[in-house]
């Protein structure tokens, strides 16, 4: 079932994302190279803590660290490390999930680290379209396959591919939830989306092939063929006039 949030609790769903983009944009702000993964972790911690939240991702599943940092052909769920210092040229994608008075707000953006090759400057561009084409899709009455088929074209016709094994996720009063959203498919097809539904949209966007793996370490997830991998993310609620962008920084 997936919920559907009125009133107050709509309220609390702007706050927890307002937190967690303003989290986000304090990390942007600060990313060069020569910092390590494990420094962001710090800098998340300090200022969720700051706004009154708690990282919801600490300890999730054992989750080791407060905010997930993937580099380059890490897809998702990259670990901080103290041993993963950016270098000019990479690309990090930081993933901030804030609960705040009860409810979580998602949100991650890919960023550039210096100069970036053209192909790494691609993906990140082709994946924070997908994000704003799939967000243009959500209405009350669409369907979540249309949700998908948008990334899905934008990608392809980019020469992108879209990873299938991870999707978007319902969120509220826990960070994962029903719906699984999906970034691809077909248009016409899956759940209608109607107001009050509040849910992650995260397209993962590969230079290469579809196909991942998870590390020994049980988190991080790497593309199959070492191609680089990027990923935007917002938390939207549908309303009864189109949707809320939930994590846009404001
Ligand atoms: N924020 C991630 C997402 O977008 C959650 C990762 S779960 C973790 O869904 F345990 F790896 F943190
Ligand atoms: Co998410
Ligand atoms: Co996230």
Redesign the pocket.
Known sequence: MIELFAGKDRTRLLAAGRAAAATLAHVGERLRPGISTATIDQWVRAHTKALGGKPS?LG??G?PASV?TSRNEVVC?GVPRADVVLGEGDIVNV?V?TELDGFHG?T?ATFLLGEVSKEGRHVVDVARRCLEVGIAEVRDGARFGDVGAAIQALAEREGCSVVRDYGG?GIGRA??GPPHVAHHGKRGTGTRLRAGMCF?I?PMINLGRPEVRVLDDE?TVVTADGRWSAQF?HTVLVTETGCTVLTRAT
């Open positions: 991702q999730y599943h989750f997930c769920h993933d999930t998602d991650s996720h960070m994962h992650t995260e988190w993310e």
